[in-house]
């Protein structure tokens, strides 16, 4: 057996399909012990018997395939084995890139553009680091927290029924299995929904490892280098840890670790008031833990308006949850085993101790060394892009969690989508959020889109509101569940609709006909005309709307 190392230049690839096509074509072929074609280098390496087959007949195999061989060289380049090849050719891209696009990111804004690029027949090389593919929402954000809520929301109404028929019993929680079956959920729609949707994508390459953006174009990752025309940096966000003498030395929880827990904690303190924090907030209390928020602002939800936000606060409070407002902390420290809060509230100092410390202050962008590479980023480490999602470099655009806009799962595909439409279309169409639903799951939930009443006058704006309780609403008197209210907003002049919020326990399933209603102009008017099932919770969207001008409260159900 006469043993030699070949390697060719192989033209005609456009992607990693056609290397496996060759690699498919040459392998079982008598003589040929082992087969390697990189479509980014643009090679063929071949181990062959040469009692067997000739470096000749390789080639004409290859050519056989309708990609074609181009001249070969004496050379002693390294191959895929580590050893000097014997026969090698030269490699000339020409000036060509190695990739349409590179994606620095493995979350829902890089599938969503890995997904879209594939679609236009465009090659693409993704590169992921960190967390695992999937990004925050599958692996430590949306899932993990939202199946956990439903467990403690189930595991919290067995023992707290709204029914007096019912007689609560004395469930009982098995935390760690909570927790197993969390991780059984998040492992299976990683698998399902990310890796196995681009596995046999022959336009997408995935290489794990962490990326550095170079100027011209250029990343390396793993000690290789990788050109494209375009770049879609798509590395989402993390937690903002506030500069708090002493945060850094104690054993602090944040979303990535926080659903990993094995044992209950005791008593959780929480740093923040708004999504994440109050979320599990009311998760942890639910499931067992005593639970302290811990918020600079005087209100939770500061954003919203003090009805939204004295809501939440009073159901939260119900549950036995410490809401703690206008929180300066001053120091934090950790004491036989104990994380100990040292602030002024309100401007009165207080000492406050628990066993665990969850900080959920708010979110920065995961950018890396992109302002090295030129990328100008603005506030917390997120890039600044324009309308059309590119940055102030023409060929680099960026998508989801790290542009800072909208931290959510469903504006991150969005806008990878619509960032590789722009990258290569015809014509550039620019981001559009005039209609943005938004959720936060408590229970109530928080729900919304459109305009405030802040809002809307600083739009200058004449509005009117309408607002009507769940407890004017049959199929919330009917559940035995009448906590919070449906408030709709309307354009005075028009009477088409310009916002909503809700608080309600499934609010969030009632956004989409406001949002429609919204972004088509439809009138409340028009609303209260449409049918809605009696004793459904959409009835009070009509309630809401025929509100605006009457008093639902004196009306029979049959005359609505």
Same mark, same amino acid.
């Given at each position: 057996?006469?043993?030699?190392?070949?390697?060719?230049?192989?033209?005609?690839?456009?992607?990693?399909?056609?290397?496996?096509?060759?690699?498919?074509?040459?392998?079982?072929?008598?003589?040929?012990?082992?087969?390697?074609?990189? *479509?980014?280098?643009?090679?063929?390496?071949?181990?062959?018997?040469?009692?067997?087959?000739?470096?000749?007949?390789?080639?004409?195999? +290859?050519?056989?395939?309708?990609?074609?061989?181009?001249?070969?060289?004496? %050379?002693?380049?390294?191959?895929?084995?580590?050893?000097?090849?014997? &026969?090698?050719?030269?490699?000339?891209?020409?000036?060509?890139?190695?990739?349409?696009?590179?994606? =620095?990111? /493995?979350?829902?804004?890089?599938?969503?553009?890995? =997904?879209?690029?594939? #679609?236009?027949?465009?090659?693409?090389?993704?590169?992921?680091? @960190?967390?695992?593919?999937?990004?925050?929402?599958?692996?430590?954000?949306?899932?993990? %927290?939202?199946?956990?809520?439903?467990?403690?929301?189930?595991?919290?109404?067995?023992?707290?029924?709204?029914?007096?028929?019912?007689?609560?019993?004395?469930?009982?929680?098995?935390?760690?299995?909570?927790?197993?079956?969390?991780?059984?959920?998040?492992?299976?729609?990683?698998?399902?929904?990310?890796?196995?949707?681009?596995?046999?994508?022959?336009?997408?390459?995935?290489?794990?490892?962490?990326?550095?953006?170079?100027?011209?174009?250029?990343?390396?990752?793993? /000690?290789?280098?990788?050109?494209?025309?375009?770049?879609?940096?798509?590395?989402?966000?993390?937690? *903002?840890?506030?500069?708090?003498?002493?945060?850094?030395?104690?054993?602090?929880?944040?979303?990535?670790?926080?659903?990993?827990?094995?044992?209950?904690?005791?008593?959780?303190?929480?740093? @923040?008031?708004?999504?994440?924090?109050?979320?599990?907030?009311?998760?942890?209390?639910?499931?067992?833990?005593?639970?302290?928020?811990?918020?600079?602002?005087?209100?939770?939800?500061?954003?919203?308006?003090?009805?939204?936000?004295?809501?939440?606060?009073?159901?939260?409070?119900?549950?036995?949850?410490?809401?703690?407002?206008?929180?300066?902390?001053?120091? +934090?420290?950790?004491?036989?085993?104990?994380?100990?809060?040292? #602030?002024?509230?309100?401007?009165?100092? &207080?000492?406050?101790?628990?066993?665990?410390?969850?900080?959920?202050?708010?979110? $920065?962008?995961?950018?890396?060394?992109?302002?090295?590479?030129?990328?100008?980023?603005?506030?917390? /480490?997120?890039?600044?892009?324009?309308?059309?999602?590119?940055?102030?470099?023409?060929?680099?655009?960026?998508?989801?969690?790290?542009?800072?806009?909208?931290?959510?799962?469903?504006?991150?595909?969005?806008?990878?989508?619509?960032?590789?439409?722009?990258?290569?279309?015809?014509?550039?169409?620019?981001?559009?959020?005039?209609?943005?639903?938004?959720?936060?799951?408590?229970?109530?939930?928080?729900?919304?889109?459109?305009?405030?009443?802040?809002?809307?006058?600083?739009?200058?704006?004449?509005?009117?509101?309408?607002?009507?309780?769940?407890?004017?609403?049959?199929?919330?008197?009917?559940?035995?569940?009448? $906590?919070?209210?449906?408030?709709?907003?309307?354009?005075?002049?028009?009477?088409?609709?310009?916002?909503?919020?809700?608080?309600?326990?499934?609010?969030?399933?009632?956004?989409?006909? =406001?949002?429609?209603?919204?972004?088509?102009?439809?009138?409340?008017?028009?609303?209260?005309?449409?049918?809605?099932?009696?004793?459904?919770?959409?009835?009070?969207?009509?309630?809401?709307? +025929?509100? *605006?001008?009457?008093?639902?409260? $004196?009306?029979?159900?049959?005359?609505?």
């Amino acid at each position: 057996m006469r043993i030699k190392r070949v390697k060719y230049s192989i033209s005609g690839m456009t992607c990693d399909g056609c290397a496996r096509t060759i690699e498919k074509a040459l392998s079982g072929t008598d003589g040929i012990l082992k087969e390697y074609v990189s *479509f980014v280098k643009g090679v063929g390496e071949f181990e062959i018997d040469e009692d067997i087959i000739t470096k000749e007949k390789v080639a004409e195999l +290859i050519n056989s395939t309708h990609y074609k061989v181009v001249e070969k060289i004496k %050379s002693g380049e390294k191959n895929f084995s580590g050893k000097s090849t014997t &026969e090698s050719t030269t490699e000339n891209h020409s000036g060509d890139f190695d990739y349409d696009l590179i994606i =620095i990111g /493995g979350g829902s804004a890089a599938f969503a553009a890995a =997904i879209k690029a594939s #679609s236009l027949l465009k090659t693409v090389l993704m590169i992921n680091d @960190g967390l695992p593919i999937g990004g925050s929402c599958v692996n430590v954000g949306c899932v993990p %927290s939202k199946t956990l809520i439903r467990n403690a929301e189930q595991f919290y109404y067995s023992n707290h029924p709204n029914f007096s028929g019912i007689i609560p019993g004395n469930n009982r929680l098995n935390f760690k299995e909570s927790i197993r079956q969390k991780k059984e959920l998040v492992s299976s729609l990683r698998k399902e929904k990310y890796i196995d949707v681009l596995k046999d994508d022959s336009n997408v390459t995935i290489i794990e490892g962490r990326a550095e953006l170079l100027k011209n174009r250029t990343v390396t990752v793993n /000690g290789k280098i990788f050109t494209s025309k375009k770049i879609l940096l798509s590395t989402g966000s993390s937690t *903002f840890i506030p500069d708090i003498p002493g945060l850094n030395d104690v054993n602090y929880l944040t979303n990535v670790s926080l659903y990993d827990l094995e044992e209950m904690p005791e008593h959780l303190l929480i740093i @923040g008031g708004r999504y994440i924090a109050l979320e599990n907030t009311q998760l942890f209390a639910r499931l067992g833990a005593k639970v302290t928020i811990l918020q600079r602002s005087n209100r939770i939800i500061p954003e919203e308006t003090d009805d939204v936000s004295d809501e939440l606060s009073k159901y939260l409070s119900a549950e036995n949850i410490e809401i703690k407002t206008g929180v300066k902390i001053k120091s +934090i420290k950790e004491k036989t085993g104990k994380i100990i809060v040292v #602030s002024d509230i309100k401007g009165k100092p &207080e000492t406050i101790e628990g066993s665990h410390l969850f900080v959920a202050a708010g979110r $920065k962008g995961n950018s890396g060394n992109f302002v090295k590479a030129g990328v100008e980023t603005f506030g917390n /480490g997120f890039v600044k892009t324009d309308e059309f999602l590119q940055t102030n470099i023409p060929d680099i655009y960026a998508a989801g969690d790290i542009t800072g806009e909208y931290l959510f799962v469903y504006s991150a595909s969005y806008e990878g989508a619509l960032a590789v439409e722009n990258m290569f279309g015809d014509k550039k169409r620019p981001k559009d959020y005039s209609v943005f639903p938004w959720v936060i799951f408590t229970d109530p939930q928080i729900a919304g889109v459109g305009m405030n009443e802040k809002q809307a006058a600083e739009n200058n704006i004449e509005f009117d509101v309408s607002t009507i309780f769940l407890k004017d609403i049959p199929r919330a008197l009917a559940a035995r569940n009448k $906590k919070g209210f449906i408030k709709l907003l309307r354009d005075r002049n028009s009477d088409k609709l310009i916002g909503a919020r809700i608080v309600a326990s499934e609010g969030s399933e009632l956004l989409m006909e =406001i949002s429609l209603a919204i972004k088509y102009g439809i009138t409340a008017e028009e609303l209260k005309n449409l049918f809605h099932p009696y004793l459904t919770l959409s009835e009070g969207v009509k309630l809401a709307a +025929i509100g *605006f001008d009457t008093d639902v409260r $004196k009306l029979s159900c049959c005359a609505v």
